[in-house]
């Protein structure tokens, strides 16, 4: 299984996120080192179009047999199309494996056993896809939208009232890992084609980080001073 890091350049909610300082060593650094030590990942690939991350990820032990071109680099650009871009550039060289673990930089906080976890779930499943889930922070039962006669629930279920602990369990995808099949990938173009298994995490190895406000509760949880 071959991990591939998706890092670019540019980020207009907070620059520079992907090499920013994040408890000692730089935010992409946590998923390399965290991949390397991954006994199912044979290589960590770092899908990049800037060269001072291609040069930090080098440092720290990823490989970055090439660049990503500037179409895929920008705002616009969907993640499938970058990882279709890294799958055909591997293959040109020979060096693809049939499954691919995505792992975007901005989450941290899973760990080697997550990772582990997952890729057997898929193995033994034999499913396209297995994607890191957590409890949702905000039910869909309990989320209201403005509508022109006021509000209203975001979804309509018929129950005048509700109780947290009668809802159904539900679940949102939380971006730390993607376990796929290069021909799922190629054949549906998602991460979450039909058959895929959740893999459940907890909320504090779930954090995505996308303000200071996230980078500020990573460096706590990895400092010790917030626990699960």
């Given at each position: 299984?071959?991990?591939?890091?998706?890092?670019?350049?540019?980020?207009?909610?907070?620059?520079?996120?992907?090499?920013r300082?994040?408890?000692?060593?730089?935010?992409?650094?946590?998923?390399?080192?965290?991949?390397?030590q991954?006994?199912?990942?044979?290589?960590?690939?770092?899908?990049?179009?800037?060269?001072?991350?291609?040069?930090?990820?080098?440092?720290?032990?990823?490989?970055?047999?090439?660049?990503?071109?500037?179409?895929?680099?920008?705002?616009?650009?969907t993640?499938?199309?970058?990882?279709?871009?890294?799958?055909?550039?591997?293959?040109?060289?020979g060096?693809?494996?049939?499954?691919?673990?995505?792992?975007?930089?901005?989450?941290?906080?899973?760990?080697v056993?997550?990772i582990?976890?997952?890729?057997?779930?898929?193995?033994?499943?034999?499913?396209p896809?297995?994607?890191?889930?957590?409890?949702?922070?905000?039910?869909?039962?309990?989320?209201?939208?403005?509508?022109?006669?006021?509000?209203?629930?975001?979804?309509?279920?018929?129950i005048?009232?509700?109780?947290?602990?009668?809802?159904?369990?539900?679940?949102?995808?939380?971006?730390?890992?993607?376990v796929?099949?290069?021909?799922?990938?190629?054949?549906?173009r998602?991460?979450?084609?039909p058959?895929?298994?959740?893999?459940?995490?907890?909320?504090?190895?779930?954090?995505?980080?996308?303000?200071?406000?996230?980078?500020?509760?990573?460096?706590?949880?990895?400092?010790?001073?917030?626990?699960?």
């Open positions: 299984m071959i991990a591939l890091i998706t890092a670019r350049g540019g980020s207009k909610g907070l620059p520079g996120k992907n090499i300082p994040l408890a000692g060593k730089p935010l992409l650094a946590w998923s390399i080192e965290t991949a390397r991954s006994p199912s990942v044979e290589r960590v690939i770092v899908s990049t179009d800037d060269a001072e991350i291609a040069r930090l990820a080098q440092a720290f032990g990823a490989e970055t047999p090439f660049l990503r071109p500037p179409e895929l680099a920008g705002d616009q650009s993640h499938i199309e970058v990882v279709l871009h890294a799958i055909d550039s591997l293959e040109k060289n060096q693809l494996s049939d499954r691919i673990l995505l792992l975007q930089p901005t989450c941290p906080l899973r760990t056993a997550d582990e976890a997952a890729a057997a779930l898929q193995k033994n499943k034999g499913c896809a297995v994607v890191g889930v957590c409890e949702a922070q905000s039910h869909p039962y309990l989320v209201w939208k403005e509508s022109s006669a006021g509000l209203i629930p975001f979804i309509e279920h018929g005048k009232y509700l109780r947290r602990q009668d809802l159904p369990k539900a679940y949102q995808i939380n971006g730390a890992l993607y796929n099949s290069v021909a799922s990938l190629r054949e549906t998602t991460f979450v084609p058959g895929t298994e959740p893999y459940m995490m907890p909320q504090l190895r779930s954090v995505d980080i996308d303000t200071m406000k996230d980078f500020s509760l990573a460096e706590a949880i990895l400092s010790g001073v917030v626990h699960e």
